[in-house]
C-alpha cells in the first residue's frame, strides 16, 4: 500500500505542475496580465483560434484529477493507519506503580526533603576598608626635536 501511496503522490505533484503551467499558459480576458507576459499568444499560435476551449479543458481535467488523487491519498492514509501494528505509530504504554510503595519523604514545606537540604555558611564579612591603590604616574613626555 505504501508504493501506492508513493505513486500517486508523484502523479499528484506531476498534475499540479501541470495545471499551474496551464493556468499560466491562458489568455486572461482583458489581453493583459501574467498570461500575456508568460506566452498567451505563443499557445494561441499553437493551439489555433480555439485556444480558450483546449487550455480550459486541460484545466478542467487537471484540476478533477488533483482533487481525485488527493481524495485518495486521504483514503490510502487512513487505510494505512488503521491497518499498521501497534508498534509502528503508537507510543509505548507503561503500568503505573502501586502509590503507596514508598513512605513519602518529610519535607520542610517547601518541597525539598529536609534531610536533602545543603548546609549554607554565610561568607565572613570583612569590616576593614580595602587598601587604597596610589595613581600611577603618567609617563614623562617626549622632549621636542629641535
Do not use: C, W
Request: aromatic fraction near 8%; avoid cysteine.
Amino acid at each position: 500500500m505504501n508504493l501506492l501511496i508513493g505513486i500517486f503522490t508523484f502523479i499528484l505533484i506531476l498534475v499540479s505542475i501541470f495545471m499551474v503551467l496551464v493556468v499560466l499558459a491562458q489568455k486572461s480576458k482583458n489581453d493583459g496580465g501574467m498570461g500575456a507576459a508568460l506566452g498567451g499568444g505563443a499557445a494561441e499560435a499553437t493551439f489555433g483560434a480555439e485556444t480558450g476551449n483546449v487550455l480550459t479543458k486541460a484545466t478542467i481535467n487537471a484540476a478533477i484529477a488533483f482533487f481525485v488523487l488527493s481524495f485518495l491519498l486521504y483514503l490510502g492514509h487512513i487505510y494505512v493507519r488503521a491497518h499498521s501494528g501497534p508498534a509502528e505509530g503508537a507510543l509505548p504504554t507503561f503500568d503505573a506503580a502501586a502509590p503507596s510503595q514508598f513512605p513519602a519523604p518529610a519535607t520542610d514545606g517547601v518541597g525539598v526533603p529536609g534531610d536533602q537540604l545543603p548546609a549554607i555558611e554565610a561568607p565572613a564579612v570583612s569590616t576593614e576598608s580595602p587598601q587604597a591603590t596610589q595613581p600611577v604616574p603618567a609617563p614623562a613626555e617626549a622632549e621636542p626635536k629641535s
